[in-house]
C-alpha cells in the first residue's frame, strides 16, 4: 500500500508543478516573447466568453488588418492607460479616409459611442485564459516578473528534493536486498 500511496503522490506533485508551469507560461512567458500583452477584464461587458477576470492576451495589429467580429483591445484616449476590450461591429473609415472601427462589448445593448481610431488600438485578442485575470490583477508589473523567479526557484527547488528523495530511495533498496538477501 504505501508503495501506491508514493506513486500517486509523486503523480499528483508532477501535474501540480505542470499546472503552475503552465499557468505562468500562459500569463506572463508566452505574451512577452511573443510580443503581447496580458490584460485583466474587469466589466461584465464582454460577457459570456469574456467574464469579470478573465485574462486576455492581445498582440499588436496593423490597423488594416482588423476585420468585423475581432476582438480588440484599445485606448479609452490615445496615450491614455485606460484601455476597453470589445468586439469590433463595424469597419468603416473618418473624415480623412483613415480606419474607424465601431465597437460594441457583447454582453451591450448599443455600440460604444464614440468610433476607435487605429492609435488607439493595442492589438487583437490571441488568446483568453478565465480567472487567471484574477492572478494578474494583484501584482503590478515589476512584482509579477519577481513572483515569477520565486516560483520557477521554488519550482526548481521542489524538483531538486524529489530526485534527491528519489536517489536515496534507489540508494536504500540495494542495501535493503542485501541484508534481507
Known sequence: MRPVLGWVS???????????????AAAVLVPRLAGAT???????SMR?????????????????????????TYQLESGKPTVVTHRVIA????????PAF???????????AEPVRPVQVKGRLWYSVPYL??????FTGH???WGVYAAAGGLALY?????????????????EVAAHG
Do not use: M
Request: aromatic content about 6%.
Open 143 to 145: 512584482q509579477r516578473q
Open 38 to 44: 496580458p490584460y485583466t477584464v474587469l466589466t461584465g
Open 10 to 24: 509523486q503523480v499528483v506533485s508532477w501535474l501540480v508543478i505542470l499546472g503552475i508551469c503552465a499557468v505562468l
Open 91 to 98: 469597419v468603416g473609415s473618418d473624415l480623412t479616409g483613415k
Open 48 to 72: 459570456p466568453d469574456l467574464p469579470p477576470g478573465t485574462l486576455v492576451v492581445v498582440k499588436p495589429i496593423a490597423a488594416e488588418e482588423i476585420r468585423s467580429g475581432d476582438v480588440i
Open 159 to 175: 524538483a531538486l528534493a524529489q530526485f534527491a528523495g528519489a536517489w536515496r530511495e534507489r540508494r536504500r533498496q540495494p542495501e
Open 102 to 112: 465601431t465597437t460594441q462589448g457583447d454582453a451591450n445593448d448599443a455600440p460604444d
Open 133 to 138: 485575470g484574477h492572478v494578474n490583477s494583484w
